[in-house]
């Protein structure tokens, strides 16, 4: 069974970058894809971007597209995610999340990390 740890969070300034990093434990890392999602205080966990085996890559278009970039190494069993230009609205617990299938629903991810906190400040 696959284990995820988040790491990278922080506070920043609004314009900023960050870049959140998820190593993977047990389990075959080039068999799952791999999400992140958010949690800001009070709203639901929100898809932010995913990637499959081989590199393909889908974002949450509305709210990050453009400034946010996932990447794996799957020799390293890593998923990164860049963030620039961030945004107050960016603000929230960042999880990575490892699904056998292809989703980019929280429904379709079976495990998750315990998450790293994002603040961007104003």
């Known amino acids: 069974q696959v284990q995820l740890a988040e790491s990278g969070g922080g506070l920043v300034q609004v314009g900023g970058s960050l870049t959140l990093s998820c190593v993977a434990s047990?389990?075959?890392?080039?068999?799952?894809?791999m999400g992140w999602f958010r949690q800001a205080p009070g709203k639901e966990r929100e898809f932010v971007a995913a990637?499959?085996?081989?590199?393909?890559?889908?974002y949450n278009v509305d709210s990050v597209k453009g400034r946010f970039t996932i990447s794996r190494n799957n020799a390293k069993n890593t998923v990164n995610l860049q963030m620039d230009n961030l945004k107050p609205d960016d603000t929230g617990v960042y999880y990575c999340?490892?699904?056998?299938?292809?989703?980019?629903?929280?429904?379709?991810?079976?495990?998750w990390g315990q998450g790293t906190l994002v603040t961007v400040s104003s």
């Open positions: 990637i499959r085996w081989n590199g393909a890559t889908e």
């Open positions: 999340a490892a699904a056998g299938l292809w989703s980019v629903e929280v429904q379709g991810y079976h495990t």
């Open positions: 047990g389990g075959t890392f080039s068999d799952y894809a």
